[in-house]
């Protein structure tokens, strides 16, 4: 049984990824602090806009080492450190991942969803390896230090919408630097969508045009994260209409697709050009 080496767990760095410039800015502050000590970095926003992708272009930039834990999983305090066992009518104490990545020098954790756990509770043990002191003590494994240079990254979509979140623990929110990410500016996303799918400009900035759309209906707005639009994208680069793509993608009515459509079509040229803020590739 070959066992995972943290240390090799280096991610391979992803093309055209777009930030703002401020936000590049922010993440290369984050590398110098984390020369001095660890850093911890709460990444929020909508569901889609690449807030897991960020977290693996940071490991990737400097070649650091990267581990990901699912915290919808835990449902009890410790439940990251390991766990006991039974085995040949014995118990055991299994240890897991999380201590030896928090003592790989440099390396990145991803906490993912860290407002999505079973039981509250269960993130009690993150306040010590969050806090200045960075160590806490197990009985089972004695005492965990945190080693020089990693960064913990969390990240977490917050709202009605998502089932089996939490409003996160204001001690445990003002142990991070906040970062917030949004859906990218129109005409931003239509560059990716032609970046990565392959298609024209005229459909991505459809697919772009359709999506805001949307996003913005006062009355009923729908979720359509930047995954959302690639995917459709990628279905009109083999063949599928938009209509047919945003139909088989999202839960929304041809007649709603038909008439912004159709609206579209009268203004296709004048919409996805305004940009508040330079963004740059990451």
């Known amino acids: 049984m070959v066992e995972f080496d943290v240390r090799k767990s280096i991610p391979k760095h992803e093309e055209n990824f777009f930030l703002p410039e401020d936000k590049v800015t922010s993440l290369e502050r984050v590398k110098a602090l984390s020369e001095r000590h660890p850093v911890n970095i709460l990444v929020a926003g909508k569901q889609g806009c690449g807030k897991s992708t ?41 240890k897991f991942l999380f201590p030896e990545a928090i003592q790989t020098p440099g390396c990145v954790i991803h906490l993912e969803e860290i407002n999505r756990p079973e039981h509250p509770k269960a993130l009690n043990m993150l306040f010590s390896v969050l806090s200045d002191d960075r160590q806490v003590w197990t009985d ?64 991505a900035l459809t697919i772009v045009n359709v999506a805001n759309q949307l ?12 995954r959302h639009t690639l995917m459709i994208a990628e279905m009109v680069a083999i063949g599928s209409s938009v209509g047919e793509a945003f139909t088989n993608s999202l839960q929304v009515s041809r007649d709603v697709l038909e008439s912004i459509l159709l609206s579209l079509h009268l203004e296709l040229g004048l919409r996805g ?3 508040t803020r330079q963004y740059i590739a990451y």
Do not use: C, W
């Open 273 to 275: 050009k305004e940009q």
């Open 215 to 226: 996003r913005s209906n006062t009355q009923e707005p729908i979720t359509v994260s930047t």
């Open 54 to 94: 960020l977290v693996r272009q940071f490991a990737a930039k400097d070649k650091r080492p990267l581990a990901t834990f699912q915290i919808g999983i835990l449902s009890e305090p410790g439940q990251l450190f390991g766990e006991h066992r039974l085995k040949g009518g014995e118990t055991f104490y299994q």
């Open 140 to 203: 089972e494994l004695g005492l965990i230090k945190v080693a020089d240079g990693v960064v913990f990254f969390a990240t977490l979509n917050e709202g009605e919408e998502f089932i089996g979140t939490e409003m996160l623990d204001a001690a445990l929110r003002d142990r991070f630097y906040t970062m917030m990410l949004d859906y990218l500016p129109p005409d931003i996303e239509t560059r990716v969508l032609e970046l990565k799918t392959g298609i024209d400009n005229a459909s």
